[in-house]
T-cell receptor, first 114, second 115 residues
Protein backbone atom coordinates (compact mmCIF):
# COMPACT_ATOMS: atom_id res chain seq x y z
CA UNK A 1 0.00 0.00 0.00
CA UNK A 2 1.77 3.08 -1.29
CA UNK A 3 1.16 6.10 0.91
CA UNK A 4 3.07 8.42 -1.41
CA UNK A 5 2.52 8.08 -5.12
CA UNK A 6 4.27 9.58 -8.10
CA UNK A 7 2.25 8.35 -11.01
CA UNK A 8 4.49 9.69 -13.76
CA UNK A 9 7.70 7.69 -14.01
CA UNK A 10 9.19 10.20 -16.45
CA UNK A 11 8.79 13.73 -17.78
CA UNK A 12 10.45 15.42 -20.73
CA UNK A 13 10.63 19.23 -20.96
CA UNK A 14 12.31 21.77 -23.17
CA UNK A 15 14.93 24.04 -21.64
CA UNK A 16 13.42 27.31 -20.44
CA UNK A 17 9.93 25.89 -20.03
CA UNK A 18 8.18 24.90 -16.81
CA UNK A 19 8.55 21.42 -15.32
CA UNK A 20 5.69 20.24 -13.12
CA UNK A 21 6.17 17.10 -11.05
CA UNK A 22 3.19 15.70 -9.22
CA UNK A 23 2.76 13.69 -6.07
CA UNK A 24 -0.29 12.27 -4.25
CA UNK A 25 -0.52 10.94 -0.74
CA UNK A 26 -3.07 9.02 1.27
CA UNK A 27 -2.21 9.67 4.91
CA UNK A 28 -3.62 12.93 6.27
CA UNK A 29 -1.30 12.70 9.29
CA UNK A 30 1.82 13.71 7.39
CA UNK A 31 3.44 16.85 8.84
CA UNK A 32 5.95 17.79 6.17
CA UNK A 33 6.39 17.16 2.50
CA UNK A 34 9.79 17.17 0.87
CA UNK A 35 11.31 16.89 -2.56
CA UNK A 36 14.64 15.24 -3.18
CA UNK A 37 16.71 15.18 -6.33
CA UNK A 38 18.92 12.24 -7.29
CA UNK A 39 21.64 12.04 -9.91
CA UNK A 40 22.96 8.64 -11.05
CA UNK A 41 25.46 7.03 -8.65
CA UNK A 42 24.70 9.62 -5.99
CA UNK A 43 22.40 9.66 -2.99
CA UNK A 44 19.28 11.83 -3.00
CA UNK A 45 19.79 15.45 -2.01
CA UNK A 46 17.18 17.60 -0.34
CA UNK A 47 15.63 20.23 -2.60
CA UNK A 48 12.68 21.93 -0.96
CA UNK A 49 10.00 21.22 1.62
CA UNK A 50 6.63 22.48 2.78
CA UNK A 51 4.84 22.23 6.08
CA UNK A 52 1.35 20.77 6.10
CA UNK A 53 0.02 24.12 7.34
CA UNK A 54 1.23 25.98 4.26
CA UNK A 55 0.07 25.84 0.67
CA UNK A 56 3.12 27.23 -1.10
CA UNK A 57 6.85 27.48 -0.59
CA UNK A 58 9.24 29.08 -3.04
CA UNK A 59 13.02 28.88 -3.32
CA UNK A 60 14.49 30.42 -6.43
CA UNK A 61 13.38 28.48 -9.48
CA UNK A 62 11.65 25.86 -7.34
CA UNK A 63 8.13 26.18 -5.93
CA UNK A 64 6.17 23.52 -4.13
CA UNK A 65 2.39 23.72 -3.93
CA UNK A 66 0.31 21.75 -1.44
CA UNK A 67 -3.41 21.04 -1.81
CA UNK A 68 -4.39 19.31 1.42
CA UNK A 69 -8.01 18.74 0.47
CA UNK A 70 -6.88 16.84 -2.62
CA UNK A 71 -3.88 15.27 -0.84
CA UNK A 72 -1.75 16.46 -3.69
CA UNK A 73 1.48 18.36 -4.03
CA UNK A 74 3.49 19.50 -6.98
CA UNK A 75 6.96 20.81 -7.67
CA UNK A 76 7.35 23.54 -10.28
CA UNK A 77 10.71 24.31 -11.81
CA UNK A 78 10.85 27.55 -13.79
CA UNK A 79 12.77 27.95 -15.99
CA UNK A 80 13.95 24.38 -16.46
CA UNK A 81 17.63 23.84 -17.18
CA UNK A 82 19.47 20.80 -18.56
CA UNK A 83 21.24 20.45 -15.20
CA UNK A 84 17.84 19.80 -13.62
CA UNK A 85 17.73 16.43 -15.38
CA UNK A 86 17.55 13.93 -12.53
CA UNK A 87 15.14 11.68 -10.66
CA UNK A 88 12.88 13.61 -8.29
CA UNK A 89 11.47 11.91 -5.22
CA UNK A 90 8.50 13.18 -3.32
CA UNK A 91 8.52 12.34 0.39
CA UNK A 92 6.10 12.85 3.23
CA UNK A 93 7.08 12.67 6.87
CA UNK A 94 5.40 12.42 10.23
CA UNK A 95 6.61 12.25 13.76
CA UNK A 96 7.38 8.72 14.85
CA UNK A 97 9.32 7.75 17.95
CA UNK A 98 10.65 11.28 18.41
CA UNK A 99 11.89 11.67 14.85
CA UNK A 100 10.42 12.60 11.49
CA UNK A 101 10.59 9.55 9.25
CA UNK A 102 9.94 10.15 5.55
CA UNK A 103 7.96 7.90 3.24
CA UNK A 104 9.13 8.17 -0.35
CA UNK A 105 7.41 7.89 -3.70
CA UNK A 106 8.94 5.93 -6.55
CA UNK A 107 10.39 8.97 -8.25
CA UNK A 108 9.92 10.80 -11.53
CA UNK A 109 12.77 10.99 -14.01
CA UNK A 110 12.96 14.50 -15.44
CA UNK A 111 14.79 15.11 -18.69
CA UNK A 112 15.34 18.72 -19.76
CA UNK A 113 16.30 19.02 -23.40
CA UNK A 114 18.59 21.87 -24.51
CA UNK B 1 24.78 19.49 6.21
CA UNK B 2 26.62 16.21 6.64
CA UNK B 3 29.08 14.41 4.38
CA UNK B 4 28.46 10.68 4.23
CA UNK B 5 30.56 8.00 2.62
CA UNK B 6 29.71 4.37 1.99
CA UNK B 7 31.80 1.31 1.25
CA UNK B 8 31.68 -0.55 -1.02
CA UNK B 9 30.12 1.55 -3.75
CA UNK B 10 29.04 -1.58 -5.57
CA UNK B 11 29.46 -5.33 -5.34
CA UNK B 12 28.41 -8.51 -7.10
CA UNK B 13 27.82 -11.40 -4.75
CA UNK B 14 26.83 -15.03 -4.90
CA UNK B 15 23.59 -16.19 -3.37
CA UNK B 16 23.88 -17.51 0.16
CA UNK B 17 26.74 -15.20 1.08
CA UNK B 18 26.65 -12.05 3.22
CA UNK B 19 27.85 -8.51 2.58
CA UNK B 20 28.57 -5.80 5.12
CA UNK B 21 28.11 -2.20 4.04
CA UNK B 22 29.87 0.56 5.94
CA UNK B 23 28.61 4.10 6.45
CA UNK B 24 30.81 6.91 7.77
CA UNK B 25 29.60 10.41 8.68
CA UNK B 26 31.83 13.46 9.07
CA UNK B 27 30.07 14.60 12.25
CA UNK B 28 28.52 13.02 15.30
CA UNK B 29 24.86 12.16 14.84
CA UNK B 30 22.36 10.48 17.09
CA UNK B 31 20.31 8.63 14.53
CA UNK B 32 21.35 6.92 11.33
CA UNK B 33 18.97 5.34 8.86
CA UNK B 34 19.32 2.52 6.38
CA UNK B 35 17.24 2.45 3.20
CA UNK B 36 16.82 0.09 0.30
CA UNK B 37 15.83 1.05 -3.23
CA UNK B 38 14.88 -1.93 -5.34
CA UNK B 39 14.79 -1.44 -9.12
CA UNK B 40 11.92 0.85 -10.08
CA UNK B 41 10.77 1.20 -6.50
CA UNK B 42 10.80 3.91 -3.87
CA UNK B 43 13.32 4.27 -1.10
CA UNK B 44 12.16 2.00 1.68
CA UNK B 45 13.35 2.43 5.25
CA UNK B 46 14.92 -0.75 6.62
CA UNK B 47 15.82 0.38 10.12
CA UNK B 48 16.84 3.24 12.37
CA UNK B 49 20.16 2.86 14.20
CA UNK B 50 20.81 4.70 17.45
CA UNK B 51 24.23 4.60 19.04
CA UNK B 52 24.33 2.34 22.08
CA UNK B 53 21.03 0.59 21.49
CA UNK B 54 19.55 -2.00 19.18
CA UNK B 55 18.31 -0.88 15.81
CA UNK B 56 14.59 -0.39 15.27
CA UNK B 57 13.37 -2.32 12.22
CA UNK B 58 10.47 -1.41 9.96
CA UNK B 59 7.73 -3.85 9.12
CA UNK B 60 9.01 -6.52 6.77
CA UNK B 61 12.64 -6.30 7.86
CA UNK B 62 14.23 -8.45 10.57
CA UNK B 63 17.50 -8.36 12.46
CA UNK B 64 18.57 -11.84 11.37
CA UNK B 65 18.47 -10.79 7.73
CA UNK B 66 19.79 -7.22 8.15
CA UNK B 67 21.94 -7.01 11.30
CA UNK B 68 23.08 -3.47 12.03
CA UNK B 69 25.93 -2.20 14.16
CA UNK B 70 26.31 1.32 15.55
CA UNK B 71 29.53 1.33 17.56
CA UNK B 72 29.88 5.13 17.76
CA UNK B 73 28.25 8.40 16.71
CA UNK B 74 29.90 8.58 13.27
CA UNK B 75 29.76 5.01 11.97
CA UNK B 76 27.31 2.22 11.20
CA UNK B 77 27.24 -1.03 9.27
CA UNK B 78 24.43 -2.94 7.61
CA UNK B 79 24.88 -6.60 6.77
CA UNK B 80 22.75 -8.28 4.13
CA UNK B 81 22.76 -11.92 5.19
CA UNK B 82 22.21 -15.11 3.24
CA UNK B 83 21.62 -13.14 0.08
CA UNK B 84 19.27 -14.05 -2.73
CA UNK B 85 18.73 -12.29 -6.09
CA UNK B 86 15.76 -10.47 -4.54
CA UNK B 87 18.23 -8.57 -2.36
CA UNK B 88 19.70 -6.88 -5.43
CA UNK B 89 19.16 -3.22 -4.65
CA UNK B 90 20.80 0.06 -3.87
CA UNK B 91 21.38 0.38 -0.13
CA UNK B 92 21.68 3.87 1.30
CA UNK B 93 22.47 5.23 4.70
CA UNK B 94 21.30 8.62 5.82
CA UNK B 95 21.30 10.97 8.77
CA UNK B 96 18.56 13.35 9.83
CA UNK B 97 18.87 17.08 9.41
CA UNK B 98 18.66 19.44 12.33
CA UNK B 99 15.93 21.63 10.88
CA UNK B 100 12.32 21.35 11.87
CA UNK B 101 11.40 19.96 8.49
CA UNK B 102 14.04 17.31 9.07
CA UNK B 103 15.48 16.76 5.64
CA UNK B 104 17.85 13.82 5.48
CA UNK B 105 21.35 13.66 4.07
CA UNK B 106 22.13 10.53 2.13
CA UNK B 107 25.27 8.65 1.34
CA UNK B 108 26.03 7.80 -2.29
CA UNK B 109 24.61 4.30 -1.94
CA UNK B 110 25.89 0.76 -2.41
CA UNK B 111 24.69 -1.00 -5.53
CA UNK B 112 24.39 -4.71 -4.76
CA UNK B 113 23.83 -7.40 -7.36
CA UNK B 114 23.21 -10.95 -6.20
CA UNK B 115 23.67 -13.73 -8.74
Amino acid sequence: DQQVKQNSPSLSVQEGRISILNCDYTNSMFDYFLWYKKYPAEGPTFLISISSIKDKNEDGRFTVFLNKSAKHLSLHIVPSQPGDSAVYFCAASRLSGGSYIPTFGRGTSLIVHP
Amino acid sequence: SAVISQKPSRDICQRGTSLTIQCQVDSQVTMMFWYRQQPGQSLTLIATANQGSEATYESGFVIDKFPISRPNLTFSTLTVSNMSPEDSSIYLCSVGGREAYNEQFFGPGTRLTVL
